[in-house]
């Protein structure tokens, strides 16, 4: 971390900083797949992704594929716009598809809740993709 702290316009924070705090006067974050990237979206801040984390189709976020593109990708930060509603909508769409469980996976292994809720969700999941998949092939 030294050498990094070397560099210009570069500062480490210390781990139990606010995220929040930063965000709020960041112009734009940069992340591989930190749920800080997940946290900009919604407080209205572009992200731009080296990684593909779960919420990579936010209307905010933008993939930087190689690092030979990530500046001409970054100058464009002010172009990223994004409504209230979309967020909503996007918030929404990801609890639609989430799967109720314990974050610990060791208490969720215990209880046997978690298990029984992703296996819920796959059995259900399994349900509607062969009725689609039916349904599809009985359309002509």
Avoid: W
């Amino acid at each position: 971390y030294e050498r990094i702290e070397r560099l210009p316009n570069v500062k480490i924070i210390d781990c139990r900083f606010p995220s929040r705090m930063l965000i709020e006067r960041a112009k734009a974050v940069v992340t591989c797949t930190s749920t800080v990237g997940y946290e900009a979206a919604i407080l209205g801040v572009p992200v731009f992704l080296f990684g593909n984390p779960f919420y990579e189709f936010h209307p905010l976020c933008t993939r930087v594929r190689s690092f030979d593109e990530a500046f001409a990708t970054f100058a464009k930060y002010k172009d990223r716009k994004v409504t209230e509603a979309q967020t909503e909508a996007f918030v929404a769409s990801y609890l639609l598809c989430s799967i109720q469980g314990a974050a610990d996976l060791q208490e969720g292994l215990q209880d046997g809740k978690t298990i029984d809720a992703v296996t819920d969700a796959i059995l259900r999941f399994s349900e509607s993709a062969t009725a689609s998949r039916a349904r599809s092939e009985a359309t002509p």
